[in-house]
């Protein structure tokens, strides 16, 4: 069953140059699907367009049967983004900023909502310091708790080991497999197959703006992985 | 508390924690009124129509300070996503963020108004009800067409010297009304005169917030 996320037929043109070229696929509730591909691939605008940030040139997009162009409120209520930018006030504290999204969703609670949050990212003690004032890791855990104010059924990840240290990066893995246990769908995009492929339980390649490859994690071994990778790679320029 | 009045309170209070915006216009405007007023030969009067030049001058100039960092303020971190993520919509977005210009160019008119009748002389001081008036339909009209330049200058690298080259031509027609019913104010003209007039700068006011409603979602997506 993919009847949560449908993506069908997605094309997106800039100027003449075709970054998605009809990308289609479903994943079911509980899915966490990392999707590889190289620089300029159409990784980053799938996610925007699904994210709604990014307006696709054709094609047709529904999360829960509530579809992206005609009911754009639902949609975005059940959406979580993460991305390398934390999208994070610098000037505000980690409480102001989940406190200021919170609101924005219109939750009963917000300051709850936040503290809860504040305590699972493992940033109370530092809940009165501006975020300006936070390491690279620091914003990146503020910005977890941030995409999960909503408490959204799907999370888009894109990149989010980007300019992470070690430890940061540990602890974002950790985040994520407790997300995956909380049956949430999860689409991560990244180049990097061993962040990508940890909590997968599908894998994607996307090459030229076409998904060339789409599989269940436990049908894929990472020599596949990267044996298919590396084909269709290595093939970008023919496609 | 809706959208609008979220992102409002967000953007005053921070003006209020580091008030950039206010403190630059007003010394901005401080310093222009001073220069103009140095060119004044001593003991002579200025014309009605002269200080209302002079002082539209002065907001006009200083007000494009404050209204460029309402939304370069969301180009850190990309926050604007994190407003479009959202499910607040753009024309709330676009209200907010006009509204928070119309208070801070106010204030920093609250600033600079009474130096410029210490400066030029109060004997231009005849209607203070009808010149609130005059200036709140002057910033509705500024802060729309500058809350829409600067979201479109907001995503450029030279947003700071590209916004005054988009913003002035369009409000010179605004500008120009402005400067002829406040010089009709300081001459102590009735009402009747100028509410023609008054009716424009309505206009141009509703014009640009509709125009800005209509295509800001153009103008910040992706």
């Keep these: ?239 | 508390m809706s959208g609008f009045w979220l992102i409002l309170q967000k953007d005053l209070y921070a003006e209020f924690r580091r008030p950039e915006s206010v403190i630059g216009m007003v010394f901005f405007g401080f310093l222009l009124l001073v220069i103009l007023n140095l060119a004044i030969p001593l003991g002579s009067e200025i014309s009605p129509e002269t200080g209302a030049g002079i002082l539209w001058v002065t907001i006009t100039v200083s007000s494009i300070l404050g209204l460029s960092r309402t939304m370069s303020r969301e180009r850190e971190n990309r926050c604007m996503d994190g407003l479009l993520l959202s499910p607040v919509s753009v024309e709330a977005l676009f209200a907010a963020k006009m509204a928070v210009n119309v208070v801070l160019v106010l204030l920093a008119e609250c600033s600079i108004i009474p130096l410029f009748f210490i400066l030029y002389g109060d004997g231009f001081f005849t209607s203070l009800p009808m010149l609130v008036l005059v200036v709140v339909l002057a910033n509705v009209g500024f802060a729309a067409i500058g809350t829409l330049f600067s979201a479109i200058t907001a995503g450029t690298s030279r947003n700071e010297a590209l916004l005054p080259l988009l913003f002035y031509p369009l409000v010179i027609p605004l500008i120009s009304i402005t400067v002829k019913v406040t010089s009709m104010i300081f001459q102590g003209a009735a009402v009747a005169d100028y509410s023609s007039w008054l009716y424009v700068m309505i206009a141009y006011g509703c014009i640009f917030t509709g125009l800005g409603f209509l295509l800001l979602d153009h103008v910040v997506g992706e």
Excluded: C, W
């Design chain 1, 1 to 239: 069953m993919s009847d949560f996320l449908t993506v069908k037929n997605l094309f997106k043109e800039y100027e003449g140059y075709r970054a998605l070229r009809g990308v289609t696929f479903g994943l079911a509730k509980g899915d966490f699907l990392s999707l590889f591909g190289p620089n300029g691939a159409g990784k980053s605008t799938l996610l925007g367009i699904i994210s709604t940030l990014v307006s696709p040139t054709s094609g047709q997009i529904e999360i829960k049967g509530f579809d992206l162009t005609e009911e754009p409120e639902q949609f975005k209520k059940q959406l979580g983004v993460i991305s390398h930018h934390s999208l994070l006030y610098d000037h505000m504290t980690a409480l102001e900023n989940l406190v200021f999204y919170a609101s924005l969703y219109k939750l009963k609670d917000p300051e709850k909502t936040a503290v809860e949050l504040l305590r699972v990212v493992e940033l109370y003690p530092r809940r009165h310091s501006r975020v300006g004032q936070f390491s690279r890791g620091m914003r990146q855990r503020l910005s977890v708790a941030r995409a999960l104010v909503n408490d959204p059924s799907l999370l888009l990840l894109d990149e989010p080991y980007s300019g992470l240290d070690q430890d940061a990066a540990a602890m974002l893995t950790e985040q994520l497999a407790e997300l995956k246990s909380k049956e949430r769908t999860v689409i991560v995009v990244t180049h990097n197959l061993d962040h990508g492929l940890n909590s997968a339980t599908k894998v994607g390649i996307l090459a030229a703006g076409r998904l060339v490859f789409m599989e269940a994690r436990n049908r894929v071994d990472r020599a596949l992985l990267e044996a298919e990778y590396l084909r269709h790679v290595q093939g970008d320029g023919e496609a």
